[in-house]
């Protein structure tokens, strides 16, 4: 059977005839150095006799150091360190200056006698604050470039128990450090496979801060984990099986709708994308209950585990990343894990439908007509923008099932955004003002920033001008993200926030910030959408 794996879980389940599995779970101050121009390429960051291979399984510490024009200012961890090494450190810096610049680490030794190596990163200039113009808190982003260098720099040393100067900003500390150490090694030989790098905080037991950021970061290395899977193994029931396994212990109510049952609630529009693979498409509802009798925010995901286009075939080069088309199924399974591990006091329900998009003779056809799950009908002019009918299904239904307070999906809908933004941002399209306000709020926190785009009517006749039909999947503009963002809103009722992820969370390319690996799936937004449901529960932007 198809639903075999499911089975092989340790929990048990309740198999409804042809419906559904269920499952209920509940330097002294400052150090004067000259200004001075050196070419970066091939210098070796090691400030010592010993080869990088010397270290071995040590540990490592990640100390912050301020710029202040042409000086230096070691943050009060360094600062300590400094005066019990009789001042090496900042003997360190005076070597060092010229190269010594933000998301720069050196590793020194000698420093310390219960520290193998120490990783001395840049942390920019000091408490910058919010950049109106850049729309970030350089304060916390300056951290995690910092911190994410100096981990970075310490494991390829070796060093596996890693001690992080916090430099006042614990919870980014923690993100940093999380993101910064992860490697994607599900496929290499057991002897061949770096060991985890322990982190934590330096100075004292960890703070709260430190505790969230590490939550926030792993659950980001999660939706990385999910995403980076070849298709081949992270299938649609794979998939579900990993929100079943990772979810259902944290208290979150875990579904897992068949194929029958999604043909009874006559959801066409996601049918229509799931028939031309052989692999099963499922229906993943995800239920957190932690905020009283207050409606939930509905969270609705792109689940499509792999992406030809269809017919509508993409170039080869193009589907290279596209096991990551489900980056928003991951992002949203991810935000739900943060939120569930730090008991935020919130309702929030999830509907992700999951399938892949591939040819063969039974696949949707261009010119296909669908009606959606409210009655609309949907021309299919092109099938690789198989997202947005997935969407109007799973928004309807939602809806109707959770009477939510408010929308928000999350998809990689449009290459359009990747054109737009370059991977700086995702786009977010919004009927509410508040709305955009509390998630550009969460953008600038956690350094996922968020961009947003119009929604007008402009857009919205651009899709409605065939008279034979009521929507059309493509349309006739070429504005493809406020395009796709005109299309759902004709399925959503209430306040919402659409999140165009493509060019954030797939693959990790040479403007991603440093601390994610070039060429790895990125997991982003999670911190961003967590961060947000977050804010959400202690305000009134969710009830």
């Not at 031309?276 to 609705?300: F, H, I, K, M, N």
């Amino acid at each position: 059977m198809a639903f075999a794996k499911l089975f092989s879980s340790g929990y048990v389940f309740y198999l409804e005839r042809n419906f559904s599995k269920i499952l209920t779970r509940s330097c002294s101050g400052k150090t004067n150095v000259p200004v001075c121009d050196k070419n970066e390429e091939g210098k070796d960051n090691t400030v010592s006799g010993e080869s990088p291979s010397g270290i071995g399984k040590k540990n490592g510490l990640v100390l912050g150091v301020y710029e202040d024009g042409d000086q230096f200012q070691l943050t009060p961890a360094a600062e300590e360190v400094n005066q019990k090494s009789g001042g090496k450190l900042c003997k360190y810096l005076n070597e060092l200056s010229c190269e010594m610049k933000l998301g720069k680490a050196f590793v020194v030794t000698d420093v310390a006698p219960d520290v193998s190596c120490v990783a001395l990163a840049c942390l920019g200039k000091k408490a910058p604050g919010y950049n109106h113009l850049e729309d970030i808190d350089e304060t916390n982003e300056n951290v995690r470039v910092g911190v994410g260098a100096g981990v970075r720099a310490l494991a390829a040393r070796g060093a596996r128990d890693v001690t992080v100067d916090a430099a006042g900003q614990p919870r980014a500390a923690a993100e940093a450090a999380h993101l910064a150490a992860w490697n994607f090694q599900e496929f290499k030989s057991l002897e061949t496979r770096k060991p985890e790098v322990k982190l934590s905080q330096y100075g004292s037991e960890p703070s709260d801060e430190w505790t969230l950021g590490s939550i926030l970061g792993r659950s980001q290395n999660w939706a990385r984990f999910l995403s980076d899977m070849p298709a081949n193994s992270m299938t649609p029931i794979g998939l579900a099986q990993e929100a079943l396994d990772v979810l259902c212990p944290l208290g979150v109510q875990v579904t897992v709708r068949e194929r029958d049952w999604i043909e009874a609630q006559k959801m066409e529009a996601f049918l229509a994308v799931a028939k031309g693979s052989c692999e099963q498409a499922v229906l993943l509802q995800c239920d957190y209950r932690a905020g009283g009798d207050t409606p939930p925010v509905l969270l609705a995901a792109k689940g499509v585990t792999f992406d030809s286009g269809g017919l509508c075939l993409k170039k080869a080069h193009e589907m290279k990343e596209n096991r990551g088309s489900m980056a928003g199924a991951a992002v949203v399974l991810a935000a739900i894990r943060a939120i569930a591990l730090a008991k935020v006091p919130i309702n929030v329900s999830a509907v992700i439908p999951l399938c892949e998009n591939m040819v063969s003779g039974q696949c949707m056809k261009v010119g296909d007509v669908v009606t959606a799950l409210n009655g609309l009908s949907l021309q299919i002019e092109d099938t690789d923008m198989e997202g947005r009918l997935m969407l109007a299904d799973a928004l309807v239904l939602g809806q109707v099932l959770h009477k939510p307070s408010l929308v928000i999906d999350v998809a990689t809908l449009t290459h359009g955004v990747l054109l737009a933004t370059g991977g700086g941002a995702f786009g977010c399209f919004s009927n509410s003002e508040p709305l955009w306000r509390a998630l550009r709020r969460a953008g600038a926190r956690t350094g996922d920033r968020a961009w947003r785009l119009p929604l007008w009517d402009y857009y919205q006749r651009q899709i409605q001008n065939d008279p034979a039909v009521d929507l059309r999947n493509r349309g006739s503009g070429t504005a493809t993200p406020c395009i796709g963002a005109a299309f759902l809103k004709n399925f959503v009722c209430c306040d919402w926030l659409h999140m165009d992820i493509t060019g954030v969370g797939k693959l990790s390319h040479a403007p991603a910030p440093p601390y994610l690996h070039p060429y790895r799936m990125t997991g982003r937004p999670t911190r961003t959408l967590a961060t947000f449901l977050m804010n959400a529960a202690e305000s009134k932007d969710c009830k």
